[in-house]
């Protein structure tokens, strides 16, 4: 293995050695708490005028915002968890993705609860009406996805693409390597929103763009497995999940109602792909098995045959 993916392994392996650590576990819950906390003190702050015009200008009056905040740092923390995974095992990471997916639904349908103004809630069929349909759609949805990840799950079949040590250690490796680039695109993605909302007060579409990313990952993650496997259900089950998250991204960039409704379909379809996969690929193994042992008999007679016509020795 080379210096360069000794050394990426080395990163890789620390920050994951730390995130999964004590220390790091008690920072994310004080990070979320203070975060939501700060939230609802600056909100009401600006309610009451106490805030400085140029801080006030950026905060809003609804208190509702800042579950949103503990929301989306909350999905922050996930999507570390799930860049990380993808050095495990692609199906996992493919669960994952769904995983975050059903909490940014959970998380939309917190968010409408800022189209009500007044508090406590108060709304009827002339209004609000709407963004109670989008609550309830919203957290179906993801109730409903949830549910399909057990399923997805209890129907993985983890089977090496690799044929001996030294390979799986490339591959593992090159897997690492892909998911620190993530964390970097990660990191500088999460510093770039936070600056337009602060500065330019222009909201950036974080997840959307995360998950645009994890297409060309996902991608590039299948072409890097042909080095070791190109055995059609291995492909066509790696290729399938991507294809689950250009679904996903579909979903967040849709309309409402139907967004969700293209998510849960997203999620019907990496369970099938599973499903299959788990019914063709010890079918797929077993006709590959009687091909090479056909190809090893009919070598076999061959030889004998032309021993035959070569007669005995003289």
């Known amino acids: 293995m080379s210096v360069f993916f000794r050394f990426s392994n080395k990163l890789f392996d620390a920050f994951e050695s730390w995130w999964e650590g004590d220390a790091a576990r008690q920072m994310v819950a004080y990070v979320l708490i203070g975060g939501f906390l700060v939230a609802l003190v600056a909100i009401e702050a600006k309610r009451q005028g106490v805030l400085p015009p140029s801080a006030a200008a950026s905060v809003s009056t609804n208190h509702f915002v800042a579950i949103d905040v503990a929301f989306t740092l909350f999905l922050v923390v996930e999507i ?5 995974g993808l050095a495990t095992s692609v199906a ?29 809630i108060q709304w009827s069929f002339e209004a609000g009406r709407e963004a109670v349909q989008l609550v309830v759609v919203d957290a179906t949805g993801a109730l409903f996805i949830f549910l399909t990840i057990g399923f997805f799950y209890t129907l993985q079949r983890h089977q090496p693409i690799t044929q001996n040590q030294e390979q799986r250690l490339r591959f593992v490796a090159q897997k690492k390597l892909v998911s620190n680039v993530l964390l970097l695109v990660l990191a500088g993605l999460g510093l770039y929103t936070v600056f337009s909302a602060l500065v330019t007060g222009e909201e950036v579409p974080f997840f959307n763009t995360f998950y645009t990313v994890l297409i060309f990952s996902d991608i590039l993650i299948v072409l890097i497995s042909l080095r070791y496997s190109t055995t059609y259900h291995m492909v066509f089950r790696n290729s399938g999940y991507a294809a689950a998250t250009v679904m996903i991204r579909l979903a967040l960039a849709g309309p409402e109602y139907w967004g969700t ?10 369970v099938g792909v599973a499903a299959a996969y788990s019914y063709v690929a010890p079918a797929a193994e077993a006709s590959a098995q009687r091909s090479k042992e056909r190809k090893a008999h009919r070598e076999g007679t061959e030889g004998e045959q032309a021993a035959q016509e070569s007669g005995p020795p003289l």
């Open 261 to 270: 409704v293209l998510g849960v379909i997203a999620s019907l379809f990496n």
């Open 92 to 120: 996992d990471t493919a669960g994952k993705q769904f995983e975050l997916f059903s909490l940014i639904l959970i998380r939309r349908s917190f968010k409408e609860l800022v189209k009500f103004d007044e508090e406590p």
């Open 80 to 84: 570390i968890g799930l860049v990380l």
